[in-house]
């Protein structure tokens, strides 16, 4: 997630100040990760210095007083581009879950030990998915049912890694 990029699109909508764009950042893509409001600040603060927004108008608030930042003309393109490109396709070829597999093997550790350990904690994860999916709205949904068909091809996957586990050990230990 470019957290940068992500503001700009919530400013193009329309400006906003910080307080808001935090709201509006964490509700719809901060789900378990909410924006802390340091890093907030500061990716404006550099988003301000690149040229990308500007300080509008300062109205006053119940603490100190508040700046509406305005997207500009360079931050719209920015974001425009950014919109336009496709995402690189993931996942990775060298994950954690591989190399853990392979170290174990390489280290005559018990592989299937960790990927019995590994599944059972993605099943978990795939329970509370469910439940946050039956439970949400339809952002919540669409995240879940990501994070769901990942962790589905993740599982697919230990599955298979386990039934090659004895071939695997030999071509790592050669």
Known sequence: MSVPLTLLGLLEREPSHGYDLKRDYDAFFGRGKPLPFGQLYA???????????????????????????????DGATEFEAWLGEPVAPEPHLQTVLFAKVVLALMLERDAERYLDTQRAAHLQRMRELT????????????????????LEADLRWIDLTAARLDALAREVRS
């Open 43 to 73: 990716t404006l603060g550099r988003l301000a210095r690149d040229g990308k927004v500007v300080m509008g108008e300062t109205e006053p608030g119940a603490g100190p007083d508040r700046k509406r930042y305005v997207i500009t003309d």
């Open 131 to 150: 439940e946050v999916r039956r439970s949400g709205g339809s952002v919540d949904a669409l995240l879940a049912d990501h994070a769901l068909f990942h």
